[in-house]
């Protein structure tokens, strides 16, 4: 079973910023859309932003114009970039992954990704 390998969470500083990497363990492992959700305690767990192989690449409206999600085709990669983090970015950021391609409707539908990363802790705190 193919699994979502993680890395780039940590502890920042209100303002600061954070890379957080994703690539399946299996390099051989295709995929069409992978992004990110994440989960803040006492809440559930929610879209951040995901890129589809062709067609575009979405974000929730807190992260906008904040977070850049980008595709390194070399790794078989995502990589989304933080920028400006606040308190309210702190949570547990899982990488998430769909063999096919999702409809523009459901890409912030977390059931509809099959494959998922561990989880990634993003702290921001002064």
């Known amino acids: 079973q193919v699994q979502l390998v993680e890395s780039g969470g940590g502890l920042v500083q209100p303002g600061g910023s954070l890379t957080l990497s994703c690539s399946p363990s299996e390099r051989s492992f295709r995929y069409d859309t992978m992004g990110w959700f994440r989960q803040a305690p006492g809440k559930e767990r929610e879209f951040v932003a995901t890129?589809?192989?062709?067609?575009?690449?979405y974000y929730t409206d807190s992260v906008k114009c904040r977070f850049t999600l980008s595709r390194d085709n070399t790794k078989n990669a995502v990589n989304l970039q933080m920028n400006s983090l606040n308190h309210e970015d702190t949570a547990v950021y899982y990488c998430a992954a769909a063999v096919h391609r999702l409809v523009t409707s459901s890409v912030g539908a977390h059931p509809m990704y099959r494959y998922w990363g561990q989880g990634t802790q993003v702290t921001v705190s002064s």
């Open positions: 890129t589809r192989r062709i067609g575009g690449t």
